[in-house]
């Protein structure tokens, strides 16, 4: 195990730290050590034994790890997106929706249409011949569906209407995406 006294040095074992302490690790860290303060972050966060408000703070620590770990190719976007719409459902799924709009429905609903770069009948149209499609093509489709696996259980969370409606369309879509 390395020593907590050489910031340059990577640290093995982060399982045991508070979330303070992890907290000003994640401002300081880069790479894949984001990745291990996001993995310990996620897994306090489902621990039921801790308060809400403590599950909160280490949700939040992952969501940022999340958004700094490193990647700017459509995959790494497509997997830090994925992973954000997947913790922020199941905290709003498990531990409620709150007024911080992490956890609020309706902004997540917004947030995954934006990040959603085809129209569900448009996906459902390729993907009906993905296998005729350039690479490119049919890894957007794998990323439509990889940033929509929330989609089933955030709908209910929302109140009828048009966002909702896209919303279930693209869980029906989800199903015919390779």
């Known amino acids: 195990m390395s020593?907590?006294?050489d910031p340059d040095r990577p640290v093995?074992?982060?399982?045991?730290?508070?979330?303070g302490r992890l907290e000003?690790?994640?401002?300081?860290?880069?790479?894949?050590?984001l990745e291990r303060i996001?993995?310990?972050a996620q897994a306090h966060v489902y621990r039921s034994g801790e308060p809400r408000r403590a599950?909160?703070?280490?949700?939040?620590l992952s969501l940022h790890a999340n958004a700094r770990l490193p990647g700017d190719s459509s995959w790494s976007r497509a997997r830090k997106t994925r992973q954000n719409f997947?913790?922020?459902?199941?905290?709003?799924?498990?531990?409620?929706?709150?007024?911080?709009?992490d956890w609020q429905p309706a902004v997540l609903a917004a947030d995954?249409?934006?990040?959603?770069?085809?129209?569900?009948d448009r996906a459902v149209a390729l993907a009906a011949r993905w296998r005729d499609l350039p690479v490119g093509q049919i890894d957007e489709l794998r990323r439509h569906k990889n940033m929509t696996a929330h989609l089933d259980r955030l709908v209910d969370f929302l109140p009828p209407g048009p966002v909702r409606d896209r919303l279930v369309t693209w869980t029906r879509a989800r199903t015919h995406l390779p």
């Open 3 to 5: 020593s907590d006294a």
């Open 12 to 19: 093995r074992d982060l399982s045991t730290w508070t979330v």
């Open 24 to 33: 000003a690790l994640t401002a300081t860290r880069q790479g894949h050590e």
């Open 38 to 40: 996001r993995v310990v």
């Open 55 to 60: 599950r909160l703070r280490w949700a939040k």
């Open 86 to 101: 997947a913790l922020r459902t199941w905290v709003i799924d498990h531990l409620g929706p709150d007024t911080d709009p």
């Open 112 to 120: 995954t249409l934006a990040a959603l770069t085809l129209d569900p």
